[in-house]
């Protein structure tokens, strides 16, 4: 692994680590006025520190090219862009989850392990017409049989949660129309991760990324659909479960992050008096 992987990676774990955990290590430190400042500052430069970082390994990379080295060079600086764009932001996203709720981890990554076994079984039982020559083991009976399965389950797994049949009626909780949602692109689309990494192995000629899990390759190798899944459910946990009207927390986490310790006490007494005026008034 070369110097400027090493530096680049860094920073780009510390802008996308940073963003997804200011929040919680402000909330760690607010009872010490001396750390609170320190990470508040912290947050609050986060964006340019990563920037000009960033900017140092863009220049330090310029003044390390060699003469008839230029093509290998450029090619290794295009590669570790390209393993920090696939790779690692998409797998920041599966942290982002658990930080959403462990459900939020889970069940994705539970939908995309059911959607590669059923597709296995009925591929293997039943499998007779290919499905795309990237993967010419693939066909359309295990595709769209694991597709069934994926789906069945997202809504049985869900389940677990306060729902209940009466005789008469059905009763759907709001969870799972959402499990149906993610179960739906687990089946339909997040194979398509797969896909890619089939192309790209055949592509450079190699049948796995590694060989760390004996029969499966390595670790990429069983990742390539969890994370086309896990950016799938951030987002839509983001734009369909998180409230997007203002809310309390929503304010206090604007204070804490933007004002500083003796303006938040400013804005605390401010409070106060507005608070006992009213009462006052209504009296």
Same mark, same amino acid.
């Given at each position: ?44 430069? /986060?964006? %340019? ?24 060079q450029f090619g290794q600086y295009a590669w570790t862009h390209m393993i ?87 009763? %759907?909780?709001?969870?799972?129309? /959402? ?36 029969? /499966? ?67």
């Open positions: 692994m070369s110097v400027h992987f090493r530096h680049f990676f860094f920073t780009a774990m510390l802008f996308v680590y940073g963003r997804i955990l200011s929040q919680r290590l402000v909330n760690t430190v607010t009872t010490d006025k001396f750390l609170y400042k320190i990470v508040a500052n912290l947050i609050k430069y /986060h964006m %340019v520190t990563c920037y000009f970082l960033y900017i140092a390994g863009f220049v330090w990379f310029i003044l390390s090219l060699k003469k008839k080295m230029y093509k290998y920090l764009i696939v790779v690692f932001t998409q797998s920041s996203f599966t942290v982002a989850n658990i930080f959403e709720g462990i459900f939020w981890f889970l069940l994705p990554a539970s939908l995309i392990v059911i959607n590669d076994i059923a597709a296995y079984i009925f591929g293997f039982f039943f499998g007779k017409t290919p499905l795309i020559k990237l993967s010419p083991k693939k066909t359309w009976e295990g595709f769209i049989g694991a597709s069934v399965t994926t789906i069945i389950s997202a809504f049985l797994v869900s389940i677990n949660l306060p729902i209940y049949f009466p005789w008469t009626e059905i009763h %759907v909780l709001p969870v799972q129309w /959402h499990a149906l949602a993610l179960g739906l692109f687990a089946s339909i689309i997040a194979p398509f991760g797969g896909f890619f990494a089939s192309g790209f192995k055949r592509a450079f000629k190699i049948k796995d990324f590694g060989d760390s899990i004996p029969g /499966h390759g390595g670790m990429t190798d069983r990742m390539d659909c969890q994370m086309v899944m896990a950016v799938f459910a951030y987002i839509y946990h983001q734009s369909f479960i998180v409230a997007q009207s203002v809310s309390v927390g929503m304010i206090f986490d604007q204070i804490v992050m933007n004002l500083s310790y003796e303006e938040q006490r400013a804005l605390y007494t401010k409070l106060g008096q507005i608070i006992r005026d009213r009462q006052y008034g209504e009296s």
